[in-house]
């Protein structure tokens, strides 16, 4: 289930800007899986409680990085006319920046380079100075590559930054009037429940064994086509146009994905 890992790492980050940016507790931030494909954070606070749409509008620009300048942010000329910009010891999104800088740098491949707009020579200085691109950060980073013009740096600090957003249902943020599934509820979808547990748990969080439900009993199912799935420790399928008996638990996520129908 690659979505739900997608899921989950996009979580923390959000997690690490609640707590570590706008200055919330733990005790403050609630997290749960949602029982389909991904997470609710609740930040219990009376001065968000009386928050508008404008102002959550606002704070979701904040965390998915919407209209990100790298220049405001200290990408620039020294004054030695030598390019500059954040380091990793910095906090909020100069950090993040440097940050995803870094990291796309590392791990980016020549067409992950050409496909955001660098240019050609740029290309070449990056692939052929990884290592002294890494050893940089110990210092101010890897700004001053010789090769590398400022536009490029820039499409290098946009996809950076995008990469440590964290990607959040924009519309339900803002939303003063959405209903909240409550903990413990099944998920149609999935059969799986709402999950609630502590921000420091959500790294070691398994939704396919912590959100099954019914732990007993067997349904016998004509499955249609499914794929290799797990639920807790086991896993099951690949099925196609055949009877299968399974725990209920399996049975019933089929069933809500309208991969299967109850036999006889």
């Not at 002294?132 to 930054?161: C, F, H, M, N």
């Amino acid at each position: 289930m690659v979505c739900l890992e997608t899921a989950k790492q996009e979580t923390i980050k959000l997690i690490d800007i609640m707590t570590g940016e706008f200055g919330f507790s733990s005790d403050e931030v609630n997290v749960s899986f949602s029982g389909h494909r991904g997470y609710h954070v609740h930040v219990e606070n009376e001065v968000i409680r009386e928050l508008g749409s404008v102002a959550r509008k606002e704070i979701v620009d904040y965390i998915t990085g919407v209209g990100l300048e790298a220049t405001f942010h200290g990408l620039g000329f020294g004054k030695s006319k030598t390019l500059t910009g954040p380091n990793l010891h910095d906090n909020s999104w100069r950090g993040r920046i440097a940050k995803g800088t870094y990291e796309f740098l590392l791990g980016a491949s020549e067409e992950d380079l050409k496909s955001i707009g660098v240019k050609p020579k740029a290309v070449n200085a990056i692939l052929a100075n990884k290592d002294a691109i890494e050893k940089s950060w110990k210092t101010t980073g890897p700004w001053y590559l010789k090769g590398v013009d400022i536009e490029s740096w820039k499409a290098i600090v946009q996809r950076g930054a995008e990469n440590q957003s964290a990607k959040i249902d924009t519309v339900v943020t803002t939303d003063v009037h959405r209903l909240i599934r409550m903990t413990n509820t099944l998920h149609g979808k999935t059969g799986l429940l709402k999950v609630s547990f502590p921000t420091s748990a959500i790294e070691g969080f398994d939704p396919l064994d912590s959100a099954v439900a019914f732990k007993k009993g067997e349904a016998t199912i004509y499955v249609e086509d499914a794929p290799k799935f797990r639920l807790g420790e086991e896993t099951y399928g690949p099925f196609k146009g055949e009877k299968v008996e399974l725990p209920m638990a399996a049975a019933l996520f089929l069933l809500c994905k309208d991969a299967a129908e109850v036999t006889d």
